[in-house]
């Protein structure tokens, strides 16, 4: 059973900086594709942040340049870097776990609140 625990979520004044990290169980975390999102009050879930198996990565337009996605194979581990943090990056931020079958897993979310 894939099981994926988030944290370092928070409460954050606008222009600091979080590392939210998603610990993996349960499948060959190397050969997975990994990603972050979020999701705003009345909002859909968004795509934050994407990491290959191959260590490719890309980025929504919004965060480019103050948010940094990274993967610990070693310790089964995603990381999210966010830096220069917004009012309207608030939302709860989910790791999404793909395996080599196509298989979707999802964390249970951790909340980022930027304060303005």
């Known amino acids: 059973q894939v099981q994926l625990v988030e944290s370092g979520g928070g409460l954050v004044q606008a222009g600091g900086s979080l590392r939210l990290s998603c610990a993996a169980s349960?499948?060959?975390?190397?050969?997975?594709?990994l990603g972050w999102y979020r999701q705003a009050p009345g909002k859909q879930r968004e795509l934050v942040a994407a990491?290959?198996?191959?260590?490719?990565?890309n980025y929504a337009d919004s965060v480019k340049g103050r948010f940094a996605i990274s993967r610990d194979n070693a310790k089964n581990t995603v990381y999210l870097q966010m830096n220069s943090l917004k009012p309207e990056d608030t939302a709860v931020y989910y790791c999404?776990?793909?395996?080599?079958?196509?298989?979707?897993?999802w964390g249970q979310g951790t909340q980022v609140t930027v304060s303005s």
């Open positions: 999404n776990l793909v395996t080599i079958t196509k298989n979707d897993y």
């Open positions: 349960g499948t060959i975390f190397s050969l997975s594709a």
């Open positions: 990491i290959t198996r191959g260590g490719s990565r």
